[in-house]
């Protein structure tokens, strides 16, 4: 089955650049979605198609996906993104249709 | 503004059944595929199962496949999701989400409902 690797965990400064990446098999040839989940809510999409942003999410949000990783990058990081973190593929040979990665907690110092 | 409701959750104990529903608006239901992901506490999220906008494709993970039915009432716009055979290990919370397309197969999840919490115990 098909698998999405993310790091448990990354941690950055207010105002720096966080980086949360998603590894799987040539993962370039498919469409990332990205969601944001904070403590007790629901997730929130922040960037469907590898880049694009949905409206209402701030410019700060934006993805690429290449080869075996896609990455989604948050820029001038601010205490209210603190959140965990998940990427999505769709993979017709899975056994789950639809594959999450295991989420990162964004942590700001 | 679309809106999506889940309800039906609660305490079962093994073996047992629940039917969640999920209430949709402020869009044309029928037009859209629907999913259901679920959270067990602590975890990430776990894919559940899709429909497509007409109810004829239905697709599950392997996980629940033969023990839980998606289904939907466009008339009613309103997505069901029937969970036979409980098991401990499907305590979770139970998201519905919408797919931006009419056929499941691609897509983003986006809203999400507040979802719906499922625990399965004696």
């Known amino acids: 089955s098909y698998v999405l690797t993310q790091p448990p965990s990354v941690s950055v400064a207010p105002g720096q650049t966080a980086r949360i990446t998603c590894g799987g098999n040539n993962i370039g040839s498919k469409s990332v979605h990205w969601y944001q989940q904070k403590p007790g809510q629901a997730p929130v999409l922040v960037v469907y198609?590898?880049?694009d942003r949905p409206s209402g999410i701030p410019e700060r949000f934006s993805g690429s996906n290449s080869g075996n990783t896609a990455t989604l990058t948050i820029s001038r990081v601010e205490a209210g993104d603190e959140a965990d973190y998940y990427c999505?593929?769709?993979?017709?040979?899975?056994?789950?249709?639809?594959?999450f990665g295991g989420g990162t907690k964004l942590t700001v110092l | 503004e679309v809106q999506l409701l889940e309800s039906g959750g609660g305490l079962v104990q093994p073996g047992g059944s629940l039917r969640l529903s999920c209430a949709a608006s402020g869009f044309t239901f029928s037009s859209y595929a629907m999913s259901w992901v679920r959270q067990a506490p602590g975890k990430g999220l776990e894919w559940v199962s899709a429909i497509s906008g007409s109810g004829g494709s239905t697709y599950y993970a392997d996980s629940v496949k033969g023990r839980f039915t998606i289904s939907r009432d466009n008339s009613k716009n309103t997505l069901y999701l029937q969970m036979n055979s409980l098991r401990a290990e499907d305590t979770a919370v139970y998201y519905c989400?919408?797919?931006?397309?009419?056929?499941?197969?691609?897509?983003?999840?986006?809203?999400w409902g507040q979802g719906t919490l499922v625990t399965v115990s004696s």
């Open positions: 989400a919408n797919l931006p397309i009419a056929v499941a197969g691609t897509g983003w999840f986006d809203p």
């Open positions: 999505q593929v769709w993979d017709s040979s899975s056994d789950h249709f639809v594959v």
């Open positions: 198609d590898d880049s």
